[in-house]
């Protein structure tokens, strides 16, 4: 009845910028690249959209949003060129250089929401509006857990997701980033830049994320402040071992993620769950987490050259 | 070779001043006004009265709360460099530093002991809750092969809301965000410390750290312990070929980088906040990571390492208040910093080259 | 045209090693050209240059008399070379289609055309008899058909000049016939040959010329008919080289080493050893050949508890160590020489001393209650490095990554045999030395079986196995097929055994 009602909008809302983020990772890995800065990269983001819209609200009007959008995923796709550079270029540990972007970019971001909002570290934005999706929401039952006070943005997730399967396993493209990430060598030997594809797939990863933070920022938070930066980069690595790097699989993953934190959200809503202790509504999220990691990812094998700087010379 | 690799640390340095200094110039704020204010709030340049002797000017305030920061950062940098040289990346310490100090702060709030039992009790208590916290993490990835840094990342969110549980229902203290507080008996602040600083919160925790880090440093070079937790942490197979037992070990090690985390919560909130304050996990937990990146994941590093970033933290209050620079222009700074230091690899191997092409002249191996 | 492929005075220099000095190399179009040269004499380097991994510094290339320059792979395929690695360039996890197509994919519509590849590859496969499954995973075939889709991805390009490095090194007898027959055939055809190889007796059999590197130079160019196997030795090495080992004839004396109907399951869930039972006595040297992934690495993990095996028993001197840890087992007198030196045999980060005690580290003198002690660390290492002659930078505080390869399975083998273990298992002891570094650790091992030791001897190298070994026992499919005594087999019959054929 209502509680699906409530519950399932809400799980979607919250799984679709998860899932962006982990697809993300996922372009990365799989071309070798290790990349834990998620988290920087969503928080770029949605800076960026949050810059757009506190700027340029008067010149775009209506628009705004999704032009903050763009600069959303531009702003993520820039910023991971450094974690590129460091990893790829530098041959830089990828794990530190993800942290260094980590602890960068919240405080960055945090510093210059202060000195374009007049000291204060907040930028409040009125973000996406809810939408309805014409004949669809009219299904019984399905159309108003599905289609009704949706965002346009997240069946355009979807289309990304179907773009980036279908480009992954059917294109060439796809099929060299994969080759990147099991084994380089192999690559070369055929003539292809093995650094081309890894600075392609971490800048991917920015695009995605940063999209993943402007959405964030849209539809869940509603302004930029440090309540961007709770972790949501971090969850989305876990779904991305907990999918195994498939796309699919991460979607599933994600959305098994913001089932669980939607549930743990609005359990105070719910009598009959508010009375056990909020211990177990708090930490269920994460609890189910390391459950659900325990049973599926024993020994999860990720892409077998990711983390490791490709070196010309080794034979 | 060692030479080099402080020779990069150091260049890292100058340049994350120098580009925070061209990030304060580019947002309208003066640069060395700003860190003038950070080394006035460290405690580094002071205002000196007429009577002061020198005692006065060298134990000042400000640099009490430097060394302050320095002795919770020297223990989490100390955690996560002893997980790195073993093989793993420890990014739980704050989630172990927190459930460690709920650990101990329980131990100070409930039990009213003589102060030679109760603290070492309250720390003791510390340290076995960082350890424990660390426990599952290590559990996983030893048995099933499950990476660390995930689960770690679950244990510090679990760990963040159990305390708030906890600490509401068990601890409950005057304000809805603290715990009660400890029982004086149970503090690691000393009477002599407190006014040697003229009122700074610096306590013994500050030797218990750099203790630990020459404990640190012996273990690693100069047991065998310490000699099968870098075999392992360098590889898997040729430890197990020699006989040393990789699940143990590993697990062992993610619970010493626990328990110091552990302590760090005990130096944290038993030595400066004597109470917990629920809500948020502590930053100091994260920024050990930096501190022990800087320091090169060696036990005399962390210390230097620690020692520049107590300066920047205790610092960074004063500037903000001095010069209305926000102050996360420190986490700005130092992020830059370790990006340098981890692209300097490249330097490093450079100038191994060149100093190598002259060594050959004189005749090399092979 | 004269020459197909002309590379005249080139120079490749790396760090402060000259791989290739002043070389020059001239390639006859259709003929099977062989460079010969030991393990890191500049062939694969000089082979890299002309095939675009490597820049040279100096020097030119010519290809059908035009002189180009080779960037990268790419233009090299453009030219019409192929290249197939001694070290396979093949994504594990993709299929032979999928490896083949690599780089070259092309589109129907949007998506990739794997039919046209299928049917490409399945015309090419019938034309050259190179038989491949298109649809099965890499990780799945033999290494001989894994060479096979190599060779496959240089002619689905075309190329007309087809570089092998070192192909046989992995291959039975009758395989590496098969394979002389495939290059007869594609000369046939109109394709050029370059065969990298240190083994006399193949480019005896197929090459037309030949020519010989030494220390990054090009010696001279012979005509492969008109010279002895002698000769080329010399030219390869610069002195005259026996290949046979001088050894007196073994005195063997009671069982040592036994091991009875042991079973071990290897990674993949695929039963590995099958039943095996086998024994060998002090004093003696027992071989052990077969193709690799035969069950060699599984059965060698089972004996020094790297691996449980699932049923069956091992004995060293009549104790029964099968469910004994590895320290138990090392204590009880075994020894291992491993075949991944970097994965198992060594800590590379580790200084070279603290590699030397690492089966010995927890024990005095070398520790006590915990504690290392230094200065007994440090003599014994100088005692080794000096006994056994290992090179290195900075003696023992050396960092073992940066020591060469002999030198650092010199290390491995001062280690394992100063323990003066009974039984000794060795496993491709000198896979990628250099000659000297091959004669010296042969000559190691005969001294330990003549000081009453028994050795265990696994190598894919059947001229070693059949140079060093008493008695030989040869593994197919997880099973001892045979066990012969090694004066009175030849490469035939091991050969055949090695195929399944059984003794015959």
């Known amino acids: 009845m209502n509680a699906l009602q409530i519950i399932i909008p809400l799980a979607i809302t919250y799984t679709v910028p998860l899932f962006l983020i982990a697809l993300g990772g996922l372009f990365s890995e799989r071309s070798g690249v290790i990349n834990i800065a998620l988290e920087g990269l969503l928080g770029v983001g949605a800076f960026a959209s949050a810059f757009v819209i506190f700027q340029y609200e008067n010149i775009f009007g209506p628009a705004t949003v999704y032009v903050s959008l763009i600069a959303a995923a531009v702003a993520g796709g820039l910023c991971s060129l450094l974690h590129a550079f460091a990893s790829i270029s530098m041959k830089a540990d990828q794990v530190v250089s993800g942290t260094a972007i980590n602890i960068l970019i919240p405080a960055l971001t945090i510093f210059l929401a202060r000195s374009i909002n007049k000291g204060s570290g907040i930028i409040p934005v009125v973000g996406l509006e809810l939408w309805d999706v014409p004949l669809l929401s009219k299904i019984p039952i399905i159309g108003s857990l599905f289609f009704h006070n949706t965002y346009i943005t997240t069946f355009i997730s979807i289309l990304i997701v179907l773009i980036s399967w279908y480009v992954l396993y059917h294109r060439p493209f796809g099929l060299r980033l994969r080759a990147c990430g099991e084994n380089p060598q192999a690559v070369d030997s055929v003539g292809i830049s093995v650094v081309k594809m890894r600075y392609i797939g971490v800048f991917i990863s920015g695009v995605l994320s940063g999209l993943g933070g402007g959405l964030l920022l849209n539809t869940l938070v509603k302004e930029f402040s440090t309540l961007i930066f709770t972790g949501m980069g971090f969850l989305a690595l876990a779904a991305l071992i907990f999918g195994k790097w498939k796309p699919w699989n991460v979607l599933g993953a994600s959305a098994f993620f913001g089932l669980a934190k939607t549930v743990s959200d609005i359990a105070p809503l719910f009598p009959s769950l508010n009375r056990l202790p909020s211990i177990f509504l708090t930490t269920f999220p994460y609890v189910i987490t390391l459950v659900a990691l325990v049973l599926f990812s024993k020994n999860a094998v990720g892409p077998r050259a990711a983390g490791e700087p490709y070196d010309v010379g080794k034979r | 070779m060692g030479k080099n690799k402080f020779l990069v640390s150091l260049l890292a340095v100058i340049l994350g001043i120098i580009t925070g200094a061209l990030v304060m110039l580019l947002t309208g704020y003066d640069p060395i006004k700003a860190y003038e204010g950070l080394l006035k709030g460290a405690g580094f340049i002071l205002q000196v009265p007429k009577n002061a002797t020198l005692g006065d000017i060298i134990f000042n305030k400000r640099l009490g709360d430097t060394l302050l920061n320095t002795t919770t950062l020297i223990l989490t940098g100390l955690a996560i460099a002893f997980a790195f040289k073993t093989g793993l990346f420890n990014i739980g310490v704050p989630g172990q530093m927190l459930m460690g100090g709920f650990f101990g702060v329980f131990v100070g709030v409930k039990l009213s002991l003589h102060f030679y039992i109760h603290t070492p009790l309250a720390v003791m208590a510390a340290i076995l809750g960082g350890a424990l916290w660390a426990l599952l993490p290590g559990i996983l990835k030893a048995k099933y092969g499950i990476n660390e840094v995930v689960t770690a990342i679950m244990m510090n969110y679990i760990s963040l809301w159990s305390v708030y549980y906890f600490v509401q229902n068990f601890l409950k203290g005057n304000f809805e965000t603290e715990s009660a507080i400890i029982n004086p008996s149970a503090s690691l602040r000393v009477e002599a410390l407190t006014k040697l600083f003229h009122g700074s919160n610096i306590n013994l925790g500050l030797f218990l750290a750099i203790a630990v880090a020459i404990l640190v440093w012996w273990i690693l070079d100069k047991t065998t312990f310490g000699y099968e937790l870098k075999a392992v942490g360098y590889n898997i197979h040729a430890s197990k070929y020699a006989g040393i037992k990789v699940n143990r070990n590993m697990i062992l090690s993610m619970m010493i980088s626990g328990a110091i985390a552990g302590l760090a919560g005990a130096v944290y909130y038993l030595g400066y906040t004597n109470n917990i304050k629920i809500g948020s996990l502590p930053q100091a937990g994260y920024d050990g990571i930096a501190v022990s990146l800087l320091g090169l994941n060696n036990p005399f590093g962390v210390l230097l390492s620690a020692l520049f970033f107590g300066l920047m933290n205790a610092g960074g209050l004063y500037m903000n208040a001095a010069t209305k620079v926000p102050n996360e222009l420190v986490p700005i700074i130092v992020a830059i910093i370790i990006y340098f230091a981890a692209t300097s690899l490249m330097f490093e191997t450079w100038l191994h080259r060149i100093g190598s092409i002259f060594r050959k002249k004189e005749g090399g191996s092979k | ?504």
């Open chain 3, 1 to 504: 045209m004269k020459y197909i492929i002309e590379m005249l005075n080139i120079r490749k220099e790396f760090a402060s090693i000259v791989a290739n000095d002043d070389i020059t190399l001239q390639v006859r179009p259709g003929e099977i050209h062989a460079l010969l040269g030991e393990n890191g004499a500049g062939k694969s380097t000089l082979m890299s240059v002309l095939f675009g991994l490597y820049k040279p510094d100096r020097g030119t290339i010519k290809v059908k008399g035009k002189e180009v320059k080779i960037s990268n792979p790419n233009v090299a395929n453009d030219l019409g070379i192929g290249m197939v690695h001694q070290h396979f360039k093949l994504v594990h996890n993709f299929t032979v289609t999928e490896n083949i197509i690599l780089g070259n994919e092309k589109l129907k519509g949007l998506k990739i055309d794997i039919d046209y590849a299928r049917q490409r590859i399945k015309e090419l496969s019938n034309r050259y008899k190179l038989a491949v499954d298109p649809d099965v995973r890499i990780e799945d075939i033999s290494v001989g058909m894994q060479q096979r889709v190599e060779i496959l991805k240089m002619l689905y390009r075309d190329s007309e000049i087809l570089i092998f490095d070192e192909p046989t090194a992995v291959l039975t007898p009758q395989e590496i016939e098969e394979l002389m027959g495939v290059m007869r055939n594609m000369t046939k055809e109109g394709k050029t040959i370059i065969l990298i190889t240190h083994k006399l007796k193949e480019i005896k059999a197929v090459a037309d010329r030949c020519t010989v590197i030494r220390k990054g130079k090009s010696i001279a160019t012979i005509d492969v008919k008109e010279t002895s196997e002698e000769k080329m030795a010399e030219l390869m090495v610069g002195r005259k080289v026996s290949f046979k080992v001088e050894k007196a004839p073994a005195k063997p004396g009671e069982i040592m080493f036994k091991i009875e109907n042991l079973n071990v399951i290897g990674s993949r869930g695929v039963q590995a050893v099958k039943d095996v039972t086998l024994s060998a006595k002090a004093g003696e040297i027992l071989g052990v050949a077969g193709v690799d992934g035969n069950g060699q690495s599984e059965l060698i993990e089972a004996i020094t508890g790297l691996r449980k095996a699932q049923s069956g028993r091992i004995f060293i001197n009549n104790l029964d160590i099968s469910s004994r840890e590895i320290r138990q087992r090392n204590e009880a007198g075994l020894g291992h020489i491993p075949e991944d030196r970097h994965k198992y045999g060594l800590v590379l980060e580790f200084t070279l001393e603290d590699n030397m005690i690492l089966q010995n580290y927890y024990r005095p003198p070398f520790s006590k209650r915990g504690v290392l002690k230094r200065n007994e660390i440090r003599s014994y290492a100088k005692r080794l490095i000096e006994q056994f002659d290992v090179r290195s930078a900075q003696g023992p505080t050396t960092i073992v990554r940066s020591m060469s390869g002999g030198n650092q399975q010199k290390a491995i083998i001062a280690r394992e045999i100063d323990r003066s273990p009974q039984v000794l298992i060795v496993a491709q002891p000198t896979r990628g030395l250099d000659v000297g570094a091959i004669e010296y650790i042969h000559k190691r091992l005969i001294e330990e079986r003549d000081k009453g030791k028994t050795i265990l001897l696994f190598s894919l190298d059947l001229d070693e196995i059949m140079n060093l070994s008493d008695r030989i026992a040869v593994m197919y499919e997880g099973r001892i097929v045979g066990v012969v005594d090694a004066d009175k087999t030849n490469e035939q019959e091991l050969g055949l055994m090695m195929a399944g054929g059984g003794k015959g």
